[in-house]
């Protein structure tokens, strides 16, 4: 399985863009790249995948290099409301166990 | 609202107590997972379930027993816990197995006493 790894903890201000990058040096051929939100005493809930080059909806955009063994997830104008913890994930529809690291804990100030 | 109900959202039970953990998805989902997140840590996959058969057990201790009866229920069975599996227990499904999108359940806050 891919591991990821994301920086423990970010700080940003209301109205700014927000960048997590996620390393996942090991990603296999077939795997997909997931990001999740978690609030606190809530379960996780689904934001963005990809596969690669770049993915947008409309909470956020998935930027994915050409080696995939990087992603970042952009949030545009974060809110105190997107204060929360930030997960990336890799694996497939096959063999994956849906497996979260640390995660980023996002803290927006106003 | 996810899709995922589990019940029920507080547990308080005592160490010599039996008592069981429900999910429910009418999602069409065929994969169903257990995980547990103590305070201020990620979430441990526990169990996975992929067509009612469990296909992981992440070392579990055996006082924690699944049960996957249909496609649409998952349940987790407690007995004989110890104070620190105190902890949210969160329930998800997916499409897939893995890397598909997972929809969470809002977890049950469990402590043992």
């Known amino acids: 399985l891919a591991k990821t790894t994301q920086p423990i903890s970010m700080d940003s201000y209301e109205g700014q863009e927000v960048n997590i990058t996620c390393s996942h040096n090991n990603i296999a051929t077939n795997d997909y790249i997931t990001w999740y939100q978690q609030f606190p005493s809530q379960g996780p809930r689904f934001i963005i995948q990809g596969y690669k080059t770049k993915v947008t909806n409309e909470v956020a955009s998935l930027f994915i290099p050409a080696d995939r063994k990087s992603s970042t997830l952009s949030l545009p104008r974060v809110s105190l409301s997107d204060t929360a913890v930030y997960y990336c994930l890799v694996g497939d529809s096959k063999g994956g166990k849906l497996i979260f690291g640390q995660g980023t804990e996002l803290s927006v100030k106003p | 609202e996810t899709g995922v109900t589990q019940t029920p959202r507080h547990l308080v039970m005592g160490m010599t107590n039996k008592k069981s953990l429900k999910c429910e998805q009418h999602?069409?989902?065929?994969?169903m997972y257990w995980y547990k997140q103590s305070a201020k840590k990620p979430l441990e996959l526990m169990f996975v379930?992929?067509?009612?058969?469990?296909?992981e057990n992440n070392s579990v201790p055996s006082r924690f027993s699944p049960e996957c009866p249909n496609s649409s229920h998952l349940f987790l069975h407690l007995h004989t816990l110890q104070p620190e599996d105190s902890a949210l227990y969160l329930c998800?499904?997916?499409?897939?197995?893995?890397?598909?999108?997972?929809?969470f359940g809002q977890g049950t806050r469990l402590t043992v006493v």
């Open positions: 999602l069409g989902h065929n994969a």
């Open positions: 379930y992929s067509l009612e058969e469990r296909v």
């Open positions: 998800a499904s997916s499409r897939g197995q893995g890397g598909t999108e997972a929809f």
